[in-house]
């Protein structure tokens, strides 16, 4: 296909650096107006009247070889960009030294395979990025960043390097993603990196555990960013998996500057004691627009579900509960259309995290708390379902967000504060 050739004159003495000169034009032209090739001349062409001879130019030489001996990709990350290199340019075999415009890239097959690659790999990529790295390994180097992302576990939710990394719990699974418009408004150079729970899919539910999740987690923080003071945030349930992570983290004799929990609200009281019977932790699940359908239900079909689930072991139990639940409509739209499986995930971390809140409160943490509540959350309970102070022996803050539950992680206003708070502790250590 027709591409667009940039003819130079520099220096004979100087290095020419194609990738170099295409980056700074791609800071100023639009990008269908950066040359997919740029030719070095000693001088250019001249009509009698004084103007550039076009048709004296001499063609680029596109089947110029390799400059140097074939490297295959070796890393999942080299193995994706070299797929996609392949299928939008038609080159067969692509190598680690490959140069994406050498090899007949230009402005708009790099936006062609932007847009593939940011779709495999998950993370925020622009043209300038592969102007800038424009080899395979150097764009292979450019996305595994500072931090190893081999592991689905950790997601670059934006690039930064000038700023410590905010660290945000996904909090079932499923929402890791929720963060993206809380890691968008933070200032310039601030990495964000989100802590999926994804990989909890292929264990059994009935294993799960907060500290052991907790463990991991600090792992992959402390293999990204080996030493403190950390920034950690979490959404609902993730909420507790920051705290755990925040525990953790303090025991290796790490610090914690900002923990931060949005509408966070495990239900201790349903696992205090000596924790409910199965009807009662139905019950605690059924969606509130509900609950009155529940208790309309007759005398004899509620002791017939009880005596039926009281029979079942742990795993049938739980599956005949969701399935009953779902068939009366008493679980949330999202819940509804959610897996058996999801469904299993998000019980257990319900379960352990509250288990764990009614335990941990013995070993409190010495990082500060920020905490926000929805103004739903508190109509709905009267006042912050969890006292955090019990958690910590630093300081603790609580602001209140508009909206309901998913708005706690939305919300411009939570991300405004949370931003000016990490504003301040950079200003405070500077």
Partial sequence: ??????????????????????????????????????????????????????????????????????????????????????????????????????????????????????????????????????????????????????????????????????????????????????????????????????????????????????????????DCRPHGPYHLVGWSNGGVLALATAQTLERAGESVAFLGLLDTQPNQALYAADGPTPVEELIAYIRRDQREAFDAIPDAEREALRERLESLGEEERLETAIRWARERDFLSPEEAEASIGSLKLGYALAREAARFLIVTRSHPIKAPIHVWWTTSTLARRGQGPVDWSEHTTGPVTVETVVGDHMDAVHSIHAHQRIGEALATLRTASA
């Fill in 1 to 222: 296909g027709a591409r667009l050739v940039g003819y130079v004159t520099t220096d004979p003495a100087q290095p020419f650096e194609p990738a170099a000169l295409k980056a700074g034009l791609a800071q100023t032209l639009p990008e269908y107006l950066v040359p997919a090739v740029v030719v070095r001349l000693a001088q250019l062409p001249l009509s009698p009247n004084g103007k550039v001879d076009r048709q004296a130019l001499p063609a680029p030489d596109v089947e110029a070889p390799r400059p140097t001996a074939y490297e295959a990709p070796a890393t999942v990350t080299e193995q994706q960009l070299a797929a996609i290199w392949s299928q939008v340019l038609g080159v067969e075999r692509i190598g680690l030294q490959d140069n994406f415009f050498d090899l007949g890239g230009h402005s708009l097959s790099a936006v062609q395979a932007i847009a593939r690659m940011q779709a495999v790999v998950d993370q925020p990529l622009t043209v300038m990025d592969l102007f800038q790295h424009p080899t395979l390994e150097q764009l292979s180097r450019r996305l595994e960043g500072e931090c190893p992302l081999a592991s689905a576990e950790l997601v670059l939710l934006r690039e930064g390097r000038a700023l410590p990394p905010l660290f945000c719990f996904d909090p079932d699974g499923t929402h890791v993603q929720a963060y993206r418009p809380l890691a968008r408004s933070l200032e310039e150079g601030r990495p964000v990196y989100g802590l999926s729970l994804g990989h909890l899919f292929s264990l059994r539910w009935q294993d799960l555990s907060i500290p052991k999740l907790a463990e991991q987690q600090a792992a992959l923080i402390r």
